[in-house]
């Protein structure tokens, strides 16, 4: 079967809310192969993170996956400078965000459905991530810099959000 396109900005489906994956879907093979395939997704892309929107669907569904082979390339200082870290892959479903304290950082972050483009954003620095997993069952993840900046990111796609929204008007009157 062939992969789903990546959406690209300027698609209505990046601005909407996302519905929640239904409790009926949860635990369902439809949900494990829509997951699947928005793996191969953003391994094919390559990318560190995917929600369901940025393939057309509108559902609180979200993949995340930093390989350490996606790091191959960059020395330790490089991996330092962008907070890069390995997480193993992620399936999130319905997921809800708590921010600790007021910890920020602004690190350079790109966005799949919108090639080409790197920004700086400054993001919390701490968040916790209360969602389900494919089979329903909730639970809770607490990640730091790149892994929070990956669920504020794809949360945000969640909820119509692009990370130029966090980007001061002034700096995107300046990349148009
Ligand atoms: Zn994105």
């Known amino acids: 079967m062939a992969l789903p396109n990546i959406v690209q900005a300027g698609h209505p489906v990046l601005r909407a809310d996302a519905a929640p994956v239904p409790a009926d879907m949860l635990g369902t093979k439809r949900l494990r192969d829509l997951a699947a395939t928005m793996t191969e997704v953003m391994r094919k892309a390559p990318g560190v993170g995917l929600a369901a929107p940025q393939i057309g669907l509108g559902l609180a569904l979200i993949v995340l996956e930093d390989a350490e082979s996606l790091m191959s390339r960059l020395g330790p200082d490089e991996r330092a400078a962008r907070g ?42 701490k968040v916790t991530v209360r969602a389900q ?27 119509g959000k692009l990370y130029m929204s966090h980007v001061s008007a002034l700096k995107r009157a300046l990349m148009k």
């Open 84 to 125: 890069r870290v390995a997480f193993p892959l992620q399936v999130i479903a319905n997921p809800a965000l708590t921010t600790h304290g007021a910890g920020r950082a602004t690190f350079f972050e790109g966005c799949l459905s919108v090639p080409d483009f790197r920004e700086s954003v400054p993001r919390a620095q």
């Open 133 to 159: 997993d494919v089979n329903g069952k909730w639970y809770e993840m607490t990640g730091e810099d790149l892994l929070a900046r990956a669920f504020l990111h794809e949360t945000d796609h969640l909820n």
